[in-house]
């Protein structure tokens, strides 16, 4: 069981930097994988980047490699996206998820933080 807080949304230009926040809290938070996922209006919520429980490998879908990288502080019990080179279809409302052990589905989510990129 664990709780999960976003924050560091807001407006940010096109090209600009922004960089996102999930704290967690209740269960060992080390022990749980991390997603960050987006739902933009219209569409589907897509996951965005994940990042292992123990070994560290790291998952971007194509459309944000080499723009928005996801990293964890075990020792702050939060996992952080930070969001470089935004471009305006990243506007999106995004989703922090963690999975034990990434066993399985994502089963604890956070309630989201609205990102918008002006062109």
């Known amino acids: 069981q664990v709780q999960l807080v976003e924050s560091g949304g807001g407006l940010v230009q096109a090209g600009g930097s922004l960089r996102l926040s999930c704290a967690a809290s209740?269960?060992?938070?080390?022990?749980?994988?991390v997603g960050w996922f987006r739902q933009a209006p219209g569409k589907e919520r897509e996951l965005v980047a994940s990042?292992?429980?123990?070994?560290?490998?790291?998952y971007y879908v194509d459309s944000v490699k080499g723009r928005l990288t996801i990293s964890r502080d075990n020792a702050k019990d939060t996992v952080y996206l930070q969001m470089n080179s935004v471009k305006f279809e990243d506007t999106a409302v995004y989703y922090c998820?963690?999975?034990?052990?990434?066993?399985?589905?994502?089963?604890?989510w956070g309630q989201g933080t609205q990102v918008t990129v002006s062109s």
């Open positions: 998820a963690a999975r034990y052990k990434d066993e399985g589905q994502y089963l604890y």
């Open positions: 209740g269960d060992t938070f080390s022990t749980y994988g």
């Open positions: 990042l292992t429980w123990n070994d560290g490998q790291m």
